[in-house]
């Protein structure tokens, strides 16, 4: 299997389809030019080909060790994560006052797919230090982003999101991890965090931990909750690190993301410092939470890509049988499996929802950054607006059908993609991990149905209307009106619904985009688009009918399931379980 970076995709999606041109317009953002950030990605292209992929299975087989409290990442992983900090990649969408390169989000979200399809475990560890930064840049003191910020910008340090303890998962008002002032301004932690991403690496020197903790006479549950910044190594006035009472425990044996590791901290004593206010914790690390979740949005995207990619050439090499209309390659011994309908039927549907992924990535990405530095102020609040509301829909819908995605392709190169050599059952196992961290997809479905369309009903949804994608369009319009009606008079019916809801908003909004994608398409075609270029509005047709006619109409069997309503699934006694 080999991963080529869909350049020509990135180019279209951020440029044609949508706008990517204006990013320059905006202030501070004035040198990502379409020209910059081609060779940009170019760039990461090259690096994700011959530097990440090659070391993704490798790691896959080694995984992560742990021993005396140390781990060790995978062959090759040190001196692939060097090269990124030397290149400045780490930091590249930091500020350049802290040494950044000053990026939009939108770049950093595509360069962020090429890191994830050519090595997922790689990748985590970049976006798990982007993650700390971002918590830091918008909360932090002064004094405590001069001491951490440069430091993750540069990658020397790398950074981490503590929230999980073995009783609190979903339900963080359950965190009992201790913070308590020493009256310096340091308070010193006492508590244990379990599956602690990028928790314990050979890649840095230090590592910058975001915890969740509780202060003394905090109220009770999610309301009670601080963040705090704590290093595992503390700098001691002339300049040397120390240990500082956090440690590794152990880590996790698990199905994917074997060069990822996965922590168990515990804190000691440790000192840490308050990061935004008191009792206030949850509001700052949503502000790390919803670029992650973007991020892992992403991750479905990208692995889906791989799976494609690898799944193509495979179809294309492997001899199986004659085509049902009779030998396509009569010279051979039999036909390449490309022929026939069912194998075509699973790489279209990849392929229909990789470039969909990408598309709405892309959406998302740009009103992101419009949101945030925008001058005008209705530009930001209606970035934000549609960024808000997309953000579940791309964590749950792109992973859950990344995942399924991967595992189409494993189909497609049959006994083969079973076998670990191809690579295939790696992406199906890497891929497991996204519907369920940063936020189970359960999860961003009610925060869907129960937040984000409660703010502000309707407002959201005119945007997607759009001829082609009208029925679609109604059933989403009808299965709102019914959730919003039904939901005030029982919660459960919107907690019944909401996955299904969530999918069905999926379904749409890529329903949505591949309409204005088949329009750029014709409209490029009319306007006398030749050669490869012509080949590629011609191959995004074909796509956008199989989407509109293969994958669109399960909007309809979900709103079926959506207007059954509570009672199939609450009424099922308990006991009979
Ligand atoms: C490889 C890996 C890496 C991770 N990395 C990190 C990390 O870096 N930092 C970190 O803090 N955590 C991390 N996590 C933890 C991860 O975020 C949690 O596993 C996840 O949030 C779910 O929590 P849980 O496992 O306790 O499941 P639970 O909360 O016990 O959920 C179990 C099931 O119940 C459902 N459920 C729970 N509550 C509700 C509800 N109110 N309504 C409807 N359904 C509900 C869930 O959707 C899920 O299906 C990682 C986990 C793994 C496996």
């Not at 204006?22 to 081609?38: H, Q, R």
């Not at 090759?76 to 990026?103: H, N, Q, T, V």
């Not at 979200?109 to 700390?132: D, H, K, P, R, W």
């Amino acid at each position: 299997m080999e991963y080529k970076a869909p350049l020509r995709d990135l180019r279209f999606a951020y440029y044609e389809l949508f706008d990517g041109a204006s990013l320059a317009e905006l202030p501070g953002y004035e040198e990502a030019t379409p020209d910059l950030v081609e060779s940009v990605l170019e760039e990461m292209g090259k690096i994700a080909t011959e530097v990440l992929q090659p070391i993704n299975s490798t790691g896959d087989e080694e995984g992560c060790t742990f021993k005396d409290g140390e781990v060790k990442t995978p062959e090759g992983f040190k001196e692939a994560y060097d090269l990124l900090r030397e290149g400045g990649w780490i930091g590249l969408s930091c500020r350049p006052e802290y040494g950044g390169m000053g990026m939009p989000h939108t770049v950093s979200m595509m360069v962020s797919e090429l890191l994830c399809a050519s090595n997922l475990s790689f990748a985590m560890y970049i976006g798990l230090t982007n993650g700390a930064y971002t918590a830091l840049d918008h909360h932090a003191t002064d004094e405590l982003k001069e001491k951490f910020v440069p430091k993750l910008t540069e990658g020397s340090w790398a950074g981490t999101m503590c929230l999980t303890e073995p009783q609190a998962g979903t339900d963080l008002g359950l965190v009992s991890t201790t913070a308590v002032p020493l009256g310096d301004g340091g308070f010193k932690i006492n508590g244990s965090k379990i599956f602690v991403s990028a928790g314990e690496h050979d890649l840095t020197e230090n590592i910058i931990h975001l915890i969740l903790a509780r202060l003394p006479d905090a109220p009770e549950g999610i309301k009670g909750i601080s963040m705090f910044v704590v290093p595992k190594l503390r700098e001691e006035e002339d300049g040397k690190l120390v240990p500082n009472g956090a440690t590794c425990g152990s880590i996790e044996h698990k199905m994917g993301i074997k060069g990822s590791s996965t922590c168990v901290i515990n804190f000691d004593d440790a000192i840490g410092y308050l990061v935004g206010e008191p009792n206030k914790g949850m509001r700052a690390m949503f502000t790390m939470m919803n670029a992650a979740r973007l991020h892992v949005g992403v991750q479905g995207l990208a692995l889906s890509d791989a799976a494609y990619q690898g799944a193509v050439q495979f179809a294309r090499e492997r001899l199986q049988g004659r085509a049902l209309t009779g030998a396509k390659y009569p010279d051979q011994e039999a036909d390449p499996i490309i022929v026939h309908p069912d194998v075509r039927r699973m790489l279209l549907s990849m392929r229909a929802f990789t470039e969909g992924a990408r598309a709405l990535t892309a959406w998302a990405a740009l009103e992101i950054d419009h949101s945030e530095v925008s001058a005008d102020p209705e530009r930001r609040l209606e970035g934000d607006d549609l960024a808000s509301l997309l953000t579940p829909v791309i964590k749950a819908f792109q992973t859950d059908l990344g995942f399924e995605m991967a595992n189409l392709g494993m189909q497609v190169c049959g006994g083969y993609g079973y076998t670990h050599e191809y690579g295939m059952e790696q992406l199906v196992r890497d891929a497991r991990i996204t519907q369920i961290y940063e936020g189970t997809n359960g999860i961003q479905a009610l925060d869907l149905v129960g937040r984000k369309l409660g703010a502000h009903f309707g407002r959201y949804l005119r945007r997607f209307f759009i001829a082609p994608a009208y029925k679609a369009f109604g059933r989403l319009q009808r299965a709102t009106a019914w959730l919003a009606e039904q939901g005030m008079k029982n919660p459960e019916e919107a907690g019944a619904a909401a996955s299904d809801y969530l999918h069905l908003f999926g379904y749409t909004a890529f329903a949505y985009l591949w309409a204005k994608t088949a329009k750029v398409a014709q409209e490029k075609l009319a306007a006398g688009a030749s050669g490869d270029d012509a080949k590629f509005y011609e191959a995004k047709l074909h796509t956008a009918r199989f989407y509109m006619q293969r994958m669109l109409p399960k909007s309809g069997a979900l709103f079926g399931t959506i207007m059954t309503g509570r009672k199939p699934i609450m009424e099922f006694p308990e006991e009979a379980f």
